[in-house]
């Protein structure tokens, strides 16, 4: 399945989801869907990736395994940011209305999907 079709049925399965890009270790878009600009789309990607690496550097050597995602809520949004290997990193945009495990919930089967394509 191409990543793009995977990153639509993410955002089209989460009431609320607006956006989900997949950038490689560098920040760089592999692939997004976004209903809106996505130039922003991917300074997101980018920046939420950052944050994941800086979390995964704090966390090592810490005996309660990988980091697998993180959810960050602002006043006005969520961002999910979720591992995929050593080397990928999803982030879906959410209005602050999403419901947190619903999104979790789809986040994890879109990673899984990944996983097998890029694997």
Not at 52 to 58: D, I, K
Not at 82 to 88: L, M, Q, S, T, V
Request: glycine share 6%; hydrophobic share 50%.
């Amino acid at each position: 399945m191409p990543f793009k079709k995977i990153l639509q049925e993410l955002v089209e399965s989460v009431p609320g989801a607006n956006g989900a890009i997949l950038a490689d270790w560098e920040g760089e878009a592999v692939e997004q869907f976004s209903l809106f600009d996505e130039f922003e789309m991917k300074v997101i990607g980018a920046h939420k990736g950052i944050i994941l690496s800086r979390l995964r550097e704090l966390h090592k050597g810490l005996p309660m395994g990988e980091i697998e995602e993180v959810m960050i809520t602002t006043e006005m949004c969520r961002n999910i940011i979720a591992a995929i290997g050593p080397d990928y990193t999803l982030v879906v945009t959410l209005d602050r209305a999403a419901l947190p495990a619903l999104a979790l919930l789809e986040v994890r089967k879109a990673v899984d999907l990944l996983k097998k394509e890029i694997c």
